[in-house]
Nanobody, 124 residues
C-alpha cells in the first residue's frame, strides 16, 4: 500500500510563490507518473500537473502552464510542485496522486493512490 503525504500549503498573497511537496512511502516499484490535482470548493478535482518516472516528461493544465513546475527528487520518493505568480484562482486543496500504469495522466479516475491534500489560499 502506497502512502502519500503532502505539505507546503498555506495562505499567501497574489503574486507570491509556494512549493508543495509529496512524500511517498510503501512503494515496491516506481509508478508510471505522479500528478497534482486541485479541488475547488464545490467542484471535482482538476488536473494541475504531472511528471512521468520514465523520461521525466512533464505536463501541465492550461491555467498553470508557465507558472508552475513539477519535479521529483533524485531518489524519486518526493514530488514537488513549485507554484509561482499565484493568483486567487489558484486557491483550493491540492492533492498529489500516483498512477501505476500508462494512461491518461490528466484524469483523476486513473490514479491509484492519493494524499490527504494541502490547502492553498491566495488572497488578492
Amino acid at each position: 500500500q502506497v502512502h502519500l503525504v503532502e505539505s507546503g500549503g498555506g495562505l499567501v498573497q497574489s503574486g507570491d510563490s509556494l512549493r508543495l511537496s509529496c512524500e511517498a512511502a510503501g512503494r515496491t516499484t516506481n509508478p508510471y507518473a505522479m500528478g497534482w490535482f486541485r479541488r475547488d470548493l464545490g467542484e471535482g478535482r482538476k488536473f494541475v500537473a504531472a511528471v512521468t518516472f520514465h523520461g521525466n516528461r512533464t505536463y501541465y493544465g492550461d491555467s498553470v502552464r508557465g507558472r508552475f513546475t513539477v519535479s521529483t527528487d533524485s531518489a524519486k520518493t518526493t514530488t514537488y510542485l513549485q507554484m509561482n505568480s499565484l493568483t486567487p484562482e489558484d486557491t483550493g486543496v491540492y492533492y498529489c496522486a500516483e498512477k501505476a500504469v500508462w494512461g491518461d495522466y490528466s484524469r483523476a479516475l486513473e490514479y491509484d493512490y492519493w494524499g490527504q491534500g494541502t490547502q492553498v489560499t491566495v488572497s488578492s
